[in-house]
T-cell receptor, first 123, second 110 residues
Framework: QLQLQESGPGLVKPSETLSLTCTVSGGSISNSNYYWGWIRQPPGKGLEWIGSIFYRGGSNHNPSLKSRVTISVDTSKNQFSLKLSSMTATDTAAYYCARHWGLGGDGNWFDPWGQGTLVTVSS | QSVLTQPPSVSAAPGQKVTISCSGSTFNIGYNYVSWYQQLPGTAPKLLIYENNKRPSGIPDRFSGSKSGTSATLGITGLQTGDEADYYC???????????FGGGTKLTVL
């Protein structure tokens, strides 16, 4: 079945840019039926959608993160990636990737999810 | 503050039924589908309900979802100790153009 796995650094310094990659296995990322998304969860807190991308490259992201977010896709590697700039302590969180069904009013649910990776922002 | 409002906690005895509410507005729940997720301690969220009331393959029918107006409800019957987890609702917010989640509800099975 489809599996997703996040990879990237567990520690990032303040003001630096976080780079994470999600590798999709058991299925092709080049499927027109869904998007691929990033969600984060600060320790002890709730879920926050960061953004999602279509395999052809069109993306949507949370306006609250403004221009800090860049999401890209590499269909040749069956991967999609997240870059989050100007990291601060408030960005410390578990970061999850997930398949995003029906962006917008077409359904909008996430399944399956990767296991998540904890990113700590500290000098 | 989350766009969607959930009670911080609910509790019930094994074998009993519990409901978890998720309240929003016409911009989110009122016009868009609702999904529900279960997050067991130390694990990633798992989809329980999509499109308001549909269960993915493998999710037992003890879990159900409903929506009315600007609110949605997750129901769990025949509670088991293994159901102790955090539960989140989610939907699309048309005014924010963003996918949004509730703040989460911690279920305790006494």
């Amino acid at each position: 079945q489809l599996q997703l796995q996040e990879s990237g650094p567990g520690l990032v310094k303040p003001s630096e840019t976080l780079s994470l990659t999600c590798t999709v296995s058991g299925g092709s990322i080049s499927n027109s039926n869904y998007y691929w998304g990033w969600i984060r969860q600060p320790p002890g807190k709730g879920l926050e959608w960061i953004g999602s991308i279509f395999y052809r490259g069109g993306s949507n992201h949370n306006p609250s993160l403004k221009s800090r977010v860049t999401i890209s896709v590499d269909t040749s590697k069956n991967q999609f990636s997240l870059k989050l700039s100007s990291m601060t302590a408030t960005d410390t969180a578990a970061y999850y990737c997930a398949r995003h069904w029906g962006l917008g009013g077409d359904g909008n649910w996430f399944d399956p999810w990767g296991q998540g990776t904890l990113v700590t922002v500290s000098s | 503050q989350s766009v969607l409002t959930q009670p911080p906690s609910v509790s019930a005895a094994p074998g009993q039924k519990v409901t978890i509410s998720c309240s929003g507005s016409t911009f989110n729940i009122g016009y868009n589908y609702v999904s529900w997720y279960q997050q067991l301690p130390g694990t990633a969220p798992k989809l329980l309900i999509y499109e308001n009331n549909k269960r993915p393959s493998g999710i037992p029918d003890r879990f159900s979802g409903s929506k009315s107006g600007t609110s949605a409800t997750l129901g769990i019957t025949g509670l088991q100790t293994g159901d102790e987890a955090d539960y989140y609702c989610g939907t699309w917010d048309s005014s924010l153009s963003a996918s949004v989640f509730g703040g989460g509800t911690k279920l305790t099975v006494l």
